[in-house]
């Protein structure tokens, strides 16, 4: 049974940095691409990064590039998502997702979803 942990959440005003870590356990053909999503209140689950862990291909989305770095974790089976310049506008429910078939950005193409950790920018 796969699990995603999520973790690194918090509150942080705007122009700041916080560093997410998911944790999968379970599998690890079907965790081998991990990617992030987030959810802000009223919204569409949205696509932010992604990493095919073997091999270390990555996926952002244009909202993010240049400021969030998705990479594999010191830890075995992690994955971290460091972001930097955050605005306002990445306030959101960030989730964990993970695969073994290939990197995408649409949340139908992920089979194992974490809980989920809350992000918020002020302003």
């Known amino acids: 049974q796969v699990q995603l942990v999520e973790s690194g959440g918090g509150l942080v005003q705007a122009g700041g940095s916080l560093r997410l870590s998911c944790a999968a356990s379970?599998?690890?053909?079907?965790?081998?691409?991990m990617g992030w999503f987030r959810q802000a209140p009223g919204k569409e689950r949205e696509f932010v990064a992604a990493?095919?862990?073997?091999?270390?291909?990555?996926l952002y989305a244009d909202s993010v590039k240049g400021r969030f770095t998705i990479s594999r974790g010191n830890a075995k089976n992690t994955v971290d998502l460091q972001m930097n310049s955050l605005k306002p506008e990445d306030t959101a429910i960030y989730y964990c997702?993970?695969?073994?078939?290939?990197?995408?950005?649409?949340?139908?193409?992920?089979?194992?979803w974490g809980q989920g950790t809350q992000v918020t920018v002020s302003s």
């Open positions: 997702a993970a695969t073994g078939f290939a990197l995408a950005t649409t949340p139908r193409d992920y089979g194992y």
């Open positions: 379970g599998g690890t053909f079907s965790t081998d691409i």
């Open positions: 990493i095919r862990r073997s091999i270390g291909g990555t």
